[in-house]
């Protein structure tokens, strides 16, 4: 979420008419502040210096003038001038608000959190309705992920200025990175409502509404972004995947191919049309598009994953497998592409390699129902029954549901003839949705349980 920060050269301006001279300076020294002062609102900075320079060389402790000959370098970009004058100007004059507030604004530029958070500080002790001075500590507050010292900020910057969108744009943005998404809705609602053509709070609204489920609201409030904005990249990108969602295939293509129109270097839009191709079933697109996405990006985790994917799909094993490595090579916590490295290698028969993988995702995090499930099968596949069986069981501890689970038990019991045990799985795996009665008929793990009774009354329903 990016914080607008609403700072011109109209605030620098301003400011230069707030000073009041000291009565009791040099006559000559204070006739050339007053003319410098005056060149400077005229925009007129080459004689403001000149006066302003004169003014310092008559009385070097005049604070007016270093404080407003600051303003002039600031405005012109010499920073490190300006912050000079501004620290000489409170060392002479330590009440200067604006001179604190002003500073401050240069050390923020240079990444001096600390030092700019420590003059917006003053100028609020000084002035406690000094409204930028609040905001601009909130936006620090909020760079440095101090959140809960950002907000009361933002918030008393609406009280100081009820009118102000941006305050309300900032506090949403908060509400948005602490999970508050109604509290977000709202600010950004009223950002809205300050200023209709307000681009970014229509689109980020909009996520929150995707986010939530209300798809509807989501879409609507993306086609004003575009209606504002038609070069705005991600809002078709978030509307194609909601048009995706509900089934609008020609609709999300439309979107996704429009934001590769509008910013061809996006690689989030060349994998987001993969994805479609790839659940489509057009693979030899769906590559095409991950391998641009990869050549934009050489780092993209989640492109040669959907590429291992699709090669994977088609039977190319083993491109399929230098895709997957190359994404544990770039997160070697990748849980599902070790998974699915798993899966390849167990379908060439590299069990070993296979158990390893999902040795490891497992390892990582050991809440995978898959992982277990998978390895369980492998085991299977190579004799182990009772691994396999562990495995299976685990799988139904994390995820009760599980019917696959349920059902390949059973056939391994049946499989070592312990015909209790396989006709009592086998009703469990039912009861938990397994429906696959042609399925069940031909597989030929049950064989050793067909003329039982128990395996009677389950295919004809009698038990369930």
């Not at 998404?181 to 929150?208: C, H, M, Q, W």
């Not at 070790?338 to 390699?353: A, C, E, P, Q, W």
């Not at 059902?407 to 039912?430: E, G, P, Q």
């Not at 069940?440 to 064989?447: N, Q």
Request: proline letters at 3%.
């Amino acid at each position: 979420m990016k914080i607008i920060i609403s700072m011109s050269i109209t605030i620098l301006l301003v400011v230069l008419g707030m000073s009041v001279p000291n009565p009791c300076l040099a006559m000559n020294a204070y006739k050339y502040y007053e003319q410098g002062r005056e060149n400077a609102k005229a925009e007129l900075y080459d004689k403001a210096m000149s006066d302003l320079n004169k003014a310092i060389a008559l009385d070097p402790k005049l604070s007016d003038a270093y404080f407003i000959r600051g303003v002039v370098y600031d405005i012109n970009g010499l920073y490190d001038k300006a912050l000079v004058d501004y620290s000489k100007a409170l060392a002479l004059a330590p009440d200067s608000t604006n001179a604190y507030y002003l500073r401050g604004n240069i050390y923020d530029m240079n990444g001096l959190h600390d030092k700019a958070r420590a003059d917006y500080s003053k100028a609020i002790d000084q002035n406690p309705e000094h409204t930028d001075a609040y905001y601009r500590r909130a936006y620090i507050y909020a760079k440095e992920e101090l959140y809960d010292k950002a907000l009361p900020d933002f918030s008393k910057v609406i009280e100081l200025d009820p009118k102000l969108a941006d305050a309300y744009f900032a506090r949403g943005g908060l509400y948005d990175l602490k999970g508050l998404y109604d509290e977000a809705i709202a600010d950004f609602s009223k950002t809205i409502e300050l200023d209709p053509n307000f681009t970014e709070a229509y689109f980020v609204r909009g996520s929150l509404y995707k986010i939530k489920g209300l798809r509807d609201i989501a879409i609507a409030d993306y086609n004003k972004v575009i209606e504002l904005n038609p070069q705005h990249t991600e809002a078709y990108l978030d509307r194609g995947s909601i048009y995706y969602f509900n089934g609008l295939q020609d609709k999300a293509l439309a979107d996704f191919n429009k934001a590769i129109e509008v910013k061809p270097g996006d690689s989030t839009a060349y994998l987001l049309r993969g994805e479609l191709y790839l659940h489509s079933g057009l693979y030899d697109k769906a590559i095409a598009d991950f391998s641009k996405a990869i050549k934009l990006n050489p780092k993209y985790i989640v492109a040669y994953y959907n590429r291992a994917y699709t090669y994977h799909e088609q039977g190319l094993h083993d491109i399929a497998i230098a895709d997957y490595s190359k994404a544990i090579e770039l997160n070697p916590q990748y849980t599902a592409a070790y998974i699915n490295r798993g899966t390849v290698y167990s379908d060439k028969g590299l069990f070993k390699k296979a158990i390893a993988d999902l040795s490891k995702a497992i390892e990582i995090n050991p809440y995978l129902t898959n992982a277990y499930y998978n390895r369980g099968n492998i085991y299977a596949r190579q004799g182990l029954p009772e691994v396999a069986i562990a495995d299976y069981s685990k799988a139904i501890e994390l995820d009760p549901e599980f019917n696959y689970a349920y059902y390949n038990i059973s056939k391994i019991y049946s499989m070592l003839n312990k015909t209790d045990n396989a006709c009592k799985w086998l009703v469990k795996s039912i009861a938990k949705g397994y429906k696959d009665w042609e399925f069940i008929k031909k597989d030929t793990g049950f064989d050793n349980i067909r003329s039982l009774s128990c395996y009677k009354k389950i295919m004809l329903g009698g038990i369930i």
